[in-house]
């Protein structure tokens, strides 16, 4: 009986010529409704199937409903899912569509749960939605056209960072676009980033590291008649210290001139004796874009962006060389009273032998400038250069159990030999703060040993 069933439902499907009946055959054949396969819907309507299958009901339903969304998205030509998710999970409709979930059947099989959704929504509605997509669609592609154009032209230019300005833009928009459509610029766009990106080399020529100075050069390729890469952003790194003498990494930004090159010399008094200086493709921050869409993406560009980095290291030639650097800096009171302490020189002190430079105090004397530098030269014959300056205290106060004491000072650079200086700060101001008036005595004096210090420091190298 069953086999005869069987042949009868195969002979219907074979020989009727009415699709109606061929998914009423199907429906029945599996125990779903007639609708999964075949809806009858209003000229003015389109219908939507949705099916989702997994071991709880709630999740089956959810994927339904994401797969109705999918094939809108489809329909229209833009993915419009995650902006109507949860209203069509909430309410099982989506206005923007004046779409309605009108059927649903749920069906359990061992421990798979498979739910179907039918919607129905306005085609005049849709209609509206596909024709703005096509036209942002269309629009989109012009811009990508005119990108295309001008990364081409770019590269004939040698200007391959900007080339690759486009190229990142160009992805951008296409991952806007549906997966069918945008799939495929997308991943051109990415080709052509990766290939212009990986030939870039850096490199550097007439480097002096005394200084530190040298010409750092951009080329795509290695060849020595390689193209010189022009108007590219370039990231230098150093270590440096600060006004107080603690060690931080600065940077600079460079763009390459027409001969694909730029020239780095020091212009940071604090620059650490001893270290690296590391120039980078300025691209990091514009790949950052990338990391809301194509994490994997962004962290390979950003990698090779690094393996790219050229470090170059240095050590400066001190001035005093091999010999100790003499510190003579006088502290005053407020009311003129020599002080016979040696605050800011310490701080001073503590400073140079970071950077292996010897130094010694000078000793402490009550004479007007001009005496006390002479009788310095004339006694320190052993020290090629002296480092000159006087301090004194400007302001006192006392407040909510604190002391404020302000100073003020300058400090010089001088030649033993020959007297000539070298180098010298304008007047240079600090403030201390302390639990009496002595801390903040001493807080301020050698604050102002560290900041005058950071400001002639570079006078100190060739």
Sequence with gaps: MKRLTLLLLITLFLFSGCSSLSSWVKANLEGVPVWVYEVRVGRNQVSFVGKGSATTETRSKVLAYEAILKEVSSFIGEDVSANHLAQITKSKTVDQYNLKVTQEFVKKEDNLITTWFLAVADRSLLEISRTESERLYLQRLGEIGKLNN??????????????????????????????????????????????????????????????????????????????????????????????????????????????????????????????????????????????????????????????????????????????????????????????????????????????????????IENLEEDEYLAKLRQ???????????????????????????????????????????????????SIGIGKTIEEATEKAFSTFGLISLSLINRFLYY
């Design 150 to 363: 001008s990364a081409s032209q770019y590269i004939r230019d040698n200007r391959d960072l900007l080339a690759i300005e486009n190229y990142l833009d160009i992805i951008l928009l296409a991952d806007t676009l549906p997966l069918e459509r945008g799939e495929k610029l997308y991943n051109d766009a990415v080709g052509q980033l990766k290939k212009v990106l990986q030939r870039l080399v850096l490199s550097y020529n007439s480097a002096k590291g005394e200084i530190p100075t040298l010409n750092v050069v951009l080329k795509r390729g290695t060849r020595s008649l390689a193209a010189r890469v022009k108007e590219a952003p370039i990231l230098t790194y150093y270590e440096a210290y600060d006004g107080l003498g603690k060690p931080y990494q600065g940077s600079n930004h460079f763009v390459t001139d027409n001969s694909g090159q730029f020239s780095f010399r020091n212009l940071n008094p604090t620059l650490v004796r001893e270290g690296q200086l590391c120039f980078e493709l300025d691209l990091i921050e514009s790949f950052s874009k990338l990391q809301e869409i194509d994490l994997a993406l962004y962290d390979e560009l950003v990698q090779t962006v690094k393996d790219k980095r050229l470090c170059y290291s240095y050590k400066m030639e001190s001035r005093v060389k091999d010999k100790a650097l003499l510190v003579a800096l006088r502290e005053y009171s407020l009311q003129g009273s020599l002080y016979q302490s040696r605050y800011g020189a310490t701080s001073i002190k503590s400073y140079l032998e970071k950077q292996q430079i010897k130094t010694s105090f000078a000793p």
């Design 379 to 429: 006694q320190q014959s052993s020290f090629n250069y002296i480092l000159f300056g006087d301090v004194g205290i400007t302001q006192i106060k006392e407040e909510g159990g604190k002391a404020f004491v302000s100073v003020a000072g300058f400090l010089t650079l001088v030649e033993s030999n020959s007297g000539n200086e070298v180098g010298s700060t304008s007047q240079v101001s």
